[in-house]
Each structure stands twice: as C-alpha cells, then as structure tokens.
C-alpha cells in the first residue's frame, strides 16, 4: 500500500511540478488494476473503485482464446475468484458506496475505451 500511496504522490508532485503537461482538458488519473484491491482494504486511499464486469461466457471465451486456457481450467480461475471483495459481494460493495463504478464488458475493446472514457468524466464514478 504504501509503494501505491508514493506512486500516487509522486504522480501529484509530477503534475504540479509542470513534468506533466497541464491544459484544461488534462489531469492525471493513476489507475490500478488489482483483483485483490479491496481484499488488499486499498480503497480508502483512492477517489473512485470501478469493477469492469464480463459476462461469464464472454469470460470463459476470452480466457480459452487469449490465455490458451483449457474450459476447465478458465472455469476454475473464474470461480476462484468469486470469493473476492467486489465480484462476489458486488452489490453489497455498490450498496456501501465502496464500489463507485460498475463498467460492462461484453463488446469489443473500442466499446470498452469508450465506456472508460464516459465513465472518467461523469461525477458520479468518483467518491
């Protein structure tokens, strides 16, 4: 947590600092990408948690195809990972206003890019 927490102020320091360019259309968004955020309790450090969610056939096809994952074996990563904070427990986690985002999944990487796009610029995505 605190490599995090000193990479997300060295990121701050950067912006203030002029190393990263500032114009009216630019902020500087760190992201994370971790299954086990909020089993790690890292959310209290952050302004949004989001939860890109997939359905689990889509799931299944994607993990076969790009991980050359066995049925059996994309099966089981994914029921494994039922049991984390946020995926298993989703609407609890919605409901705590712990996750403050929840992205679908099931198109192409474009319609993703643009729901992660929409989702950066509504309000309600961030804590």
Known sequence: KTTIMNRIEDV???WHEGKIPKDSATVPVVVLEAAVLLDAEWDDILDGV???KTPKEVALQRLMETR????DEAEKRIQAQQ???????LEEEIQNKVVTNVI???????D????LEDALRDPKSWK
């Open 68 to 71: 050359g994952l066995s049925h």
């Open 50 to 52: 989001w939860v890109v």
């Open 104 to 110: 679908e999944n099931n198109g192409s990487l474009d």
């Open 112 to 115: 993703l890019r643009h729901a």
């Open 12 to 14: 701050k320091s950067e």
């Open 83 to 89: 049991s984390r904070r946020g995926i298993g427990n």
